[in-house]
């Protein structure tokens, strides 16, 4: 056997090839023309042992900043959180981790159940009456949120603010493109959607309004006032809601969202280099049958025991093209698995501290740069991420913090040339008060 992973010995290839009626590989391929035959060698360094590969490969690795031996303030919508052991324990046992889509119920109880565990968990912090069994991550989500705006409206505009992360906001244009969905941008005001531009860019065409919360910049947005102006004008209003911040602020269900969406990311699932993370999607009920994706729902059999079914697949695949919600949507069951045991082990009360060490020691780090000289944008109303104006070419100062062990913060002049030598600085439960004070000192110590 040529290939661990591969498991065909030179026997089993003679003998399919015997079975076909060809003699060779060559023979196999032998209608394909040689002029578009790659005949040459591919640029790619020679085949190792599996030894010495894995050597190579651990010394690559080993280059890598992490989390465990780094204190980081990245996070830009990915974030290192605190991931309760358990997790990895559950979400290893192989009854999970091999599972894939739970098309017979009678043998797939254990996915079905801890789906609509996940569901249940997401409705209760969104505030919102059913949600999906997950989507692909936060991006996705919000962009499949914009494609059922305009099909249930029949309107052909959505409104995104520019306070959503600018990596959904390419999401929700490359969606919108195939449908001929027109998508403008509202500007931020101090950080926060303006809402005054938003009353004069809505319309009669105006599908939905969607906004982040909190936002991009760490600043919670004002969703009752944004809520109340789409739906005046007949628009339907989408939230992207950070789960983990739901643990103290107002939901969105309470404050009018038609649907809430966003990543999972926050619950239990490492960052692992920026995915695969975990969508959520939860809707009003008047929405229930446009939600793309499935849903898993409780009932009982014919000797009234509790069990759990796909209740509703409107994927192309399962119901008629044109009456399909999507096609290009799916689920996360294992890092849905994930999530929900964090949540479970965190419990309702443990999810509030993790959410107000977040807000406190955001709130912290703000006064402790500001007390260093440093200008920090925008209000005092944020979760776990700041904007701090770092008087110096970002990179260069994430090269220096990053020799004194600190992973730095996302460069901002990435996505606003206005916020050029800002660095949006993410401070979660993880951090202590001992490595805020570091970053501080070692910022001070660039321009000492």
């Not at 339907?236 to 809601?241: G, P, Q, R």
């Not at 009234?304 to 509703?312: E, K, N, S």
Request: some cysteine; glycine content about 8%; hydrophobic content about 40%.
């Amino acid at each position: 056997m040529k290939h661990r992973y591969l498991p065909m010995t030179e026997q089993d290839q003679k003998e399919m090839l015997e079975v076909i009626g060809v003699s060779s590989i060559d023979e196999l391929f032998s209608d394909i023309p040689e002029k578009v035959r790659f005949t040459g060698e591919y640029n790619i360094k020679q085949a190792k042992s599996e030894t010495s590969l894995l050597k190579e490969l651990g010394r690559l690795a080993g280059k890598n900043a992490n989390a465990q031996d780094y204190a980081s303030f990245l996070g830009a919508g990915v974030y290192d959180h605190y991931r309760p052991i358990i997790v990895d324990h559950v979400i290893s046992r192989s009854e999970f981790y091999t599972a894939y889509t739970p098309y017979q119920p009678e043998i797939s109880q254990g996915e079905l159940q801890a789906i609509f565990e996940f569901q249940t968990m997401i409705c209760e912090l969104t505030g919102m009456e059913l949600a999906n069994s997950s989507m692909y991550d936060g991006g996705t989500a919000l962009a499949e949120a914009g494609t059922l705006a305009a099909g249930h409206t029949r309107r052909k505009k959505l409104l995104v603010s520019s306070t959503v992360h600018s990596e959904s906001q390419a999401v929700v244009k490359s969606y919108a493109s195939g449908q001929s969905i027109e998508v403008v941008t509202i500007p931020h005001a101090n950080g926060v959607t303006d809402v005054e531009k938003l009353k004069e860019l809505i319309d009669d065409q105006t599908a939905a309004v969607l906004v982040q919360y909190p936002n991009f910049y760490g600043q919670v947005e004002d969703l009752q006032e944004m809520s109340d102006i789409a739906h005046e004008n007949g628009a339907l209003f989408v939230v992207s809601a950070n789960p983990l911040a739901l643990g103290l602020l107002t939901p969105p269900g309470s404050l009018g969202a038609d649907i809430t969406v966003g990543d999972a990311q926050p619950f239990g699932i490492p960052e692992s280099f920026g995915g695969p993370h975990c969508g959520y999607f939860a809707v009003s009920k008047k929405l229930m049958r446009k939600v793309p994706g499935r849903l898993v729902g409780e009932t009982t059999d014919d000797q009234g025991r509790r069990g759990y079914v796909l209740t509703l697949q409107a994927r192309e695949q399962h119901i008629r093209r044109d009456k399909a919600t999507s096609n290009i949507c799916s689920n996360q069951a294992l890092n849905a698995l994930a999530a929900s045991v964090a949540m479970t082990a965190l419990g309702k009360e443990g999810v509030k501290e993790i959410a107000y060490q977040n807000i406190a020691k955001t709130a912290y780090a703000r006064q402790a740069f500001e007390n260093a000289g440093f200008e920090v944008k925008f209000s005092p109303s944020h979760f776990n991420e700041i904007v701090v104006n770092c008087k110096a070419p970002i990179k260069e100062v994430n090269e220096h913090l990053l020799k004194h062990g600190i992973i730095g913060g996302y460069d901002l002049s990435l996505v606003d040339e206005d916020l050029t030598n800002h660095a949006l600085i993410a401070v979660t439960e993880q951090r202590t008060k001992e490595e805020i004070d570091a970053l501080v000192q070692e910022l001070e110590a660039i321009h000492a």
